[in-house]
């Protein structure tokens, strides 16, 4: 639920914030031929993201 006073686009700003550095380092990962490369990387992160914004209402 989007709330008027911004609240919805600073938890999408998170998300997206969230999304990218684990992907960052998901890409790392996988370069460097580890188990958990790009994908399972961003997948945790952004559950673990919203799980937590979920935690914090």
Known sequence: ML???G?????IGELTTAFALSAAIGLERQ???KSAGLRTQ???SS???VSGGR???
């Open 3 to 5: 709330v008027s006073n």
């Open 7 to 11: 609240q919805g686009r600073l938890q």
């Open 31 to 33: 370069l460097r031929g």
């Open 42 to 44: 961003t997948i945790v």
């Open 47 to 49: 559950k673990a993201t």
């Open 55 to 57: 935690a914090g209402r």
